[in-house]
């Protein structure tokens, strides 16, 4: 598999050799769908809560009496039937959100991703990426004169000028091969790697 490889202006500037393995996948939708939601499942820190009819502050008091009043019985108004009584089946914090997802599913996930981005036009390489100063100013300007607005860059190693330039910027996010995620991937319009990138990648993925 050749991806385009580009140059500092965004055009091209040759090819480069990617391994089949991890380039040349077939597109497989729904396991691609199964990895993306089993990493935001995964991702959800499950903390809301609701209270049953034990917990609310309502008074135990009966309402009103049993009989004799032409309206309906009830115990008590902490009743799920009425309005601010407890919940039937109320959401804990102690849910447990995760997916379980095998290794061998998630690099097939990952790997279907990159190939399809790669047919698409979306993915590219380029030698390395830098700016000279941590300022947000030059990243803008630098992926602007690359005719990129939304992208994911993947660098071998993210130095402290790149990041505090970068961070500030919505539509961009600088990682590692490490910490691109399958909803990374898909989500952003480009994913521009650097050639060491690139190789990580096929190391970790082949």
Known sequence: MELTLLNDAGQAAGKVQANDVVFNRDYNEPLIHQVVV??????????????????????TKKPWRQKGTGRARVG????????????????SPEENFSHKLNKKMYRAGVRSILSQLAREGRLAVVEKFEVEAP????????????????????TDNVDESLYLAARNLQSIAVVEPEAADPLSLVYFDKVLLTRAALARF????A
């Open 76 to 91: 008590r108004a902490s009743s799920p039937l009425w309005r601010g009584g407890g919940k039937v089946f109320p959401n």
């Open 38 to 59: 089993a990493y935001q499942a995964n991702a959800r820190s499950g903390n809301r809560a609701q209270k049953d009819r034990s917990e609310v502050n309502k008074s």
């Open 135 to 154: 300022k947000t100013k030059l990243v803008a300007e630098k992926l602007k004169q690359m005719g990129m607005a939304s992208v994911l860059l993947v």
């Open 202 to 205: 096929e190391e970790m993925f």
